[in-house]
């Protein structure tokens, strides 16, 4: 069982929290108290109550309570004109700061493309020209690769892997024929 203390806490806050500028007083719903009882509604409805009020007071000829509805009318007026002119106020900040943020957003882009611009790959990038090897002064060290290959002393028959033929001496030529002197193997070089 709630006791009624904590109920009346929670009301009375939940006043204080509904009084006040900020919020949305556009959409709050509002209890009037004015001169034939309590009006409620957004503050819209509160308006265009208290002006049909004014208009059949108008009709009846009472003028004192035709001021008075027109009066409430105004004061929600008022307040309704200066919510929406902080929603407007807000909603051009808000525009101000989303133009800033991508103004900055397209600032860091077009900064990207610059340096990938100027990051360009290598393979794709236009090469130097070749410096004659002539040229001493170029700056450039020389290396075993760079340098002429010297020729080989030795032949071209010289590098297969065939056996030579044995020359004939005497003493070899009576006792085995000629021919079946190159199936030997002969010992390497």
Do not use: W
Request: avoid cysteine.
């Amino acid at each position: 069982m709630k006791s009624s203390r904590s109920r009346s806490r929670s009301k009375s806050s939940r006043n204080r929290n509904s009084g006040g500028g900020g919020g949305n007083v556009v959409n709050r719903v509002f209890d009037s108290s004015g001169p034939e009882g309590k009006v409620r509604g957004t503050p819209q409805q509160i308006i265009d109550k208290y002006n049909q009020l004014a208009r059949d007071a108008q009709l009846s000829g009472d003028r004192v309570a035709t001021e008075n509805f027109q009066q409430h009318a105004e004061h929600y007026l008022r307040m309704l004109s200066e919510a929406q002119r902080e929603i407007d106020a807000r909603r051009e900040e808000q525009e101000r700061q989303n133009r800033e943020r991508q103004a900055e957003r397209d600032r860091e882009r077009a900064a990207r493309q610059e340096q990938d611009s100027q990051n360009v790959d290598p393979s794709t990038a236009p090469q130097p020209d070749v410096v004659a090897d002539g040229d001493s002064d170029s700056g450039l060290v020389e290396t075993p690769e760079s340098q002429p290959k010297p020729k080989s002393t030795r032949s071209s028959s010289s590098r297969s892997r065939k056996p030579k033929p044995k020359p004939a001496t005497d003493d070899a030529a009576g006792s085995e024929p000629a021919a079946d002197s190159g199936s030997a193997p002969e010992a390497a070089e």
